[in-house]
């Protein structure tokens, strides 16, 4: 069966600092795969989706970038973090595009101060 | 934005009531979908309902889309205390093929 993993769970960091959040799933081939942002009490944003190892599509400008270095492995960075960056962090995959349910990870809260 | 509305933001019910959400969204879609996030959890896919869909079931769940008025709706009948939770419509958009786009959400709350 799949399973897709996300850590850290929770995350606290300064103002400037990098980040790295790391998702990972198993049990699949060749996902799509999304990392979304969600702020408190609001529905999910999504950042960045991927349809292979290096390809990487954005969808909002902002302060992150994301990475494909592996077929099941999806990095969600930052060099320098702002306060807006606070959040819920979920990452997510899906068989063939959108026109399939997507299965989401625990996700991360992140707060910057 | 691409993002769907969902309708009511916040309901509260007695248990074993219906509940009724709503959602509308702006683009051609190929499917819409509904799920579930308890709080601080991440989200769990419940129904999924193509274009050429008017209707769908499960469980205690059902589904309907209007394509013409790009608007679908999640009926959970017979609530339970355990069905309180934010339920958010998402859009699989036609042209694009990759991205979903999530709605506002629909904050439920169950009284027991």
């Known amino acids: 069966s799949q399973t897709i993993h996300q850590w850290p769970a929770t995350l606290v960091q300064p103002v400037g600092s990098p980040l790295s959040l790391e998702c990972t799933v198993e049990?699949?081939?060749?996902?799509?795969l999304y990392w979304y942002r969600q702020a408190a009490g609001r529905g999910l944003q999504l950042l960045f989706y991927s349809v292979g190892i290096g390809q990487i599509s954005s969808e909002v400008p902002q302060n992150l970038s994301a990475s494909r270095p592996q077929d099941r492995q999806f990095i969600l960075s930052s060099k320098k973090l702002l306060l807006s960056d606070s959040g819920f962090y979920l990452c997510a995959w899906s068989v063939f595009s959108s026109y399939n349910e997507q299965f989401f990870g625990p996700g991360t809260r992140l707060t910057v101060l | 934005s691409q993002q769907g509305e969902e309708d009511p933001q916040a309901l509260s019910i007695q248990e074993g009531e219906n509940a009724t959400m709503n959602c509308s969204y702006k683009t051609s879609i190929n499917n819409l979908q509904w799920y579930r996030q308890n709080s601080g959890r991440g989200l769990v896919h419940l129904i999924l309902?193509?274009?050429?869909?008017r209707e769908k079931h499960s469980g205690r769940l059902r589904v309907t889309l209007d394509t013409s008025k790009k608007s679908s709706s999640l009926l959970i009948t017979a609530s339970r205390a355990a069905d309180t939770a934010s339920y958010f419509c998402?859009?699989?958009?036609?042209?694009?093929?990759?991205?979903?786009?999530f709605g506002t959400g629909t904050s439920l709350t169950v009284i027991p």
């Open positions: 049990g699949t081939s060749n996902p799509n």
């Open positions: 309902i193509r274009s050429n869909e």
């Open positions: 998402a859009t699989g958009q036609k042209n694009t093929g990759n991205q979903f786009y």
